[in-house]
């Protein structure tokens, strides 16, 4: 479930999730200096106290990790011991959007034939010559290359500057990806999806995805790295056998093709998540295709 919010600064903002333990909230802001805190109303009756999620200006991102006696953020996800239905959001800064997404507990889709199509969604490396120590910016060149889809292009180590998250210690939060291409004048938002006959939808719809994978040895073949414990990559197609086509910024070559299941399998057993971007005006279509 993915669900739209206009927060006033400082107001309290209910958002009713139905049953979920897990949430992910990306915020949507011009505004160069904001904060952002969150409280479960868990359904055995507890509600925590505020807890602090992220903190930025124009010099700095930082994820917070607040956390109750049930509840806690790790990083970018916001994790229950028990069922909550609803959360409160408190922003000490305007917003021009929020996303609150939680996963679709609900019986696996049957597996279907997924008709063909790729977008042209440019090949961009996450090792850049002149930074030879960076080896981690996958986030950082999956964004990049989202945003050069939409004629927007912004060079990798940018990209790694402004989505750096000072405690975090690294540029793989999804959440700072999406307040980034926000500032740029995108609307973007971190989404569970159920599997790629839904991430599907979206590039029906003309949205690449940057998806989050893992992977154990022998279980992704052809993958860059023998094993991953999270890696983005872009999805921009599926070829006429089903398969992923894939822009990997770990591959030599960026572009690539992964089998279906194993590919599927890597995004979903890492939680289903992905990052989209698309212009202001049709922002409300990432909330329409994430419910479909």
């Known amino acids: 479930m993915l669900i739209l919010a206009h927060p006033e600064p400082g ?7 139905g049953p979920a333990r897990e949430a992910i909230v990306s915020w949507n802001t011009l505004a160069l200096e904001g904060a952002l805190d969150v409280r479960v109303n868990a359904h055995d009756g507890r509600t925590s106290a505020w807890l602090p999620y992220v903190a930025f200006s124009a010099n700095r991102r930082a994820s917070l990790d607040g956390r109750d006696t049930f509840v806690r953020f790790e990083t ?7 069922d909550f239905g609803s ?3 408190r922003s000490q800064g305007p917003l021009d959007a929020l996303y609150v997404s939680t996963p679709d507990y609900g019986a696996p889709s049957p597996i279907v034939a997924l008709p063909a199509l790729e977008l042209d969604v440019a090949p961009f490396s996450q090792y850049e010559p002149a930074y030879p120590l960076e080896r981690n910016w996958c986030a950082p060149a999956a964004l990049a ?7 927007f292009p912004v060079d990798v180590p940018i990209v790694a500057r402004e989505v750096f998250d000072t405690l975090y210690g690294g540029t793989g939060n999804w959440t700072f990806c999406a307040a980034f291409a926000a500032t740029l004048g995108f609307r973007a938002a971190v989404l569970h999806l159920r599997d790629l006959a839904h991430a599907h939808a979206f590039l029906a719809d003309d949205i690449p995805l940057a998806l989050s994978i893992a992977w154990k040895a022998g279980e992704l073949a052809g993958a860059p790295l023998p094993n991953s414990d999270g890696h983005l990559v872009v999805l921009r197609g599926i070829d006429e056998n089903g398969a992923a086509l894939v822009n990997d910024p770990a591959q030599p070559t960026v ?4 089998a279906r299941g194993a590919f599927e399998r890597a995004w979903l057993g890492h939680g289903g998540v992905a990052f989209a971007i698309a212009p202001a ?6 909330v329409r295709i994430a419910n479909a």
């Open 87 to 89: 959360l409160g959001l």
């Open 11 to 17: 107001e309290e903002c209910l958002v009713r999730t």
């Open 255 to 258: 572009r690539t093709v992964y």
């Open 76 to 82: 970018d996800v916001l994790r229950s011991d028990v």
């Open 281 to 286: 005006t049709l922002g409300e279509s990432l």
């Open 145 to 151: 290359m989202l945003l050069a889809y939409r004629s």
